[in-house]
């Protein structure tokens, strides 16, 4: 067998809040093999946007080992951690954290720039990342003329445009209606389908986790494969 | 990232904050203008001020006669009658000098028909108005068969001819200078006063051998005045003048020397001295209008960096390097201190300009000045710039984009 894109061995979290420990992950064990669809679910609170970040190269862990296409996570260098975030690594968030005040092509093109990419190519993906999410006629709108779908679209084509090995898409359809959900969950799964990308999904959404070939639940700073 | 996309990026952003990165940069164009227009202003004076010394003559030395102490013993004015017309020919032969002029001086009252007026009689020769330049207005100067024969001719000076002949010709007409009657032969010009205020005009000069033999009966002169080759010369020529003359004197090592030198040079320099310090003065407190200019800097990034954590987070989780949104930052305030930097420029150049012809103060605006005043602009900007920008870029990634 291949070995896994993503080992995880008795990962531990604790952070201070307000002077209390809280102890977010207690000893968290996962593998995730390429092309998976995981979803992650869990009540607000659970741990799992604490792991998604861990995931994500945001943070991270106190203890246990992250092994990301083999490589230790925990030994890299604050700068081998930021080119992970540029080529393997796409984040989708909730609030879609798109620039302000910068249009969907220069929002889209962000990562390129610190993949130093030259300007030219720059601008040619990011145009072809925008336009197979349907977005060739928004590319020089701002965030703010964009509807909560459009953003997140943007937001996807700029998690996809450095062509990496995860999507992180932690609570993707949080902030959208229900027929917008819909569009973007069904965007996320033709694109696992199509290309193989590997998606991880953060939900406490039962209906959003239908759409994943594999669930797992966060309880109390656990994974559980069942509810 | 390239550099383009880093200073694209900077620029953008400075863009999306027009009224903001105006007023910061008018912290620093306010800086750059004030040190260039009052270095400017400083070493317009600093030229005026050589040019008037140079007017004065910077390369002229006067010699007189001091007093003189013997075995501790002061043997006073008596003995001040070592300075002779021989001294002065020796002087005149040093290197370096152009010009000597020995004289001696006399008061006397001086009569012209009905009026007197009590005056100073220079006893000088021809040399005299050549080392002072000092030209006539009319009549000539004495010849040295004069000089020689102690002739009874005399000129006189503005202030003289006014007090004795008002609006008469006073060529060709003759004084009585004591019990001395002379005759005019030239006119000077008017000299004015000194810089120490005594009137240069109120005064009657005869050849010396008359004021020598004939008003004081003395052989010794008083006073030594020449010019040299230049300010250079003038030093050199003053050291070799005291070792002349104490060679010819005959002092000893113990004894001090029974002349004094005076070197119009050593004012000079000492008013040059003054007048750079006085730019170097107006060019401080300028720059520390530039510094508080790049405070502000300071402050309007900090705030940035504090505005926009969240998209330090967001393009952190991009793939920025630390290094990446240092520069991003640090770029922001360079490119703020740069444009003020040249705008401060032109504004200098342009106040510079508009207080030379408003004030009649001359203004020089150099070169070196508004290049240092550029880097230092460009300094202050990557001084000030650096703590925010490494505020910026010490985020961690998560708590950035976590940021409320």
Known sequence: MAAPLIEICDLKKVYALDGVQIQALRGIDLRVDEGELLAIMGPSGSGK???????????????????????????????????????????????FN????????????????????????????????????????????????????QQQRVAIARALVSRPSILLADEPTGNLDTATSDEILSLLDNLNRSTGLTIILITHEPEVAQHAGRTLYVRDGRLEAHP | MSWPAALALAMRALWRNKTRAMLTTLGVIIGVASVIAMVAIGTGAQQRIAQQLENMGTNSLVIRAGTVTRGGVRTGAGTTTSLTLDDAMAVAELPGVLAVAPSVQASAQVRYRGSNWGTAIQGVTPEY???????????????????ANAGHVCLLGQTVVRELFGLLEPIGESILIGSLPCRIIGVLAEKGATAWGSDQDDAIFVPISTVQRKLRGITYIERIELTTTGREASFRTSKDITKLLRERHQLGDETDDDFRIYNRAELAQTSEESARVFTWLLGSIASVSLLVGGIGI????????????????????????ARDILWQFLLEALVLSGIGGLLGILVGLGGATAVARFSQLPVEVTPPSVLIAFLFAALVGVFFGLHPARKASRLRPIDALRYE
């Open chain 1, 49 to 95: 946007s604490t792991l998604m970040h861990i995931l994500g190269c945001l943070d991270a862990a106190d203890s246990g080992s992250y092994r990301l296409r083999g490589e230790d996570i925990g030994r890299v260098s604050s700068d081998a951690l930021a080119r992970l975030r540029n080529r393997e690594i796409g984040f989708v968030f909730q609030s």
């Open chain 1, 98 to 149: 798109l620039l302000p005040r910068t249009s969907a092509l220069e929002n889209v093109e962000t990562p390129l720039i610190y993949a130093g990419v030259g300007k030219a190519e720059r601008r040619e993906r990011a145009r072809e990342a925008l336009q197979r999410l349907g977005l060739e006629e928004r590319l020089h709108h701002l965030p703010s003329q964009l509807s909560g779908g």
């Open chain 2, 129 to 147: 108005f050549k080392v002072r330049s000092w030209p006539l207005v009319a009549g000539e100067v004495f010849s040295q068969a004069q000089v």
């Open chain 2, 298 to 321: 300071m402050n309007i990034m900090l705030v940035s960096v504090t505005e926009r954590t969240r998209e330090i987070g967001i393009r952190m989780a991009l793939g920025a390097r």
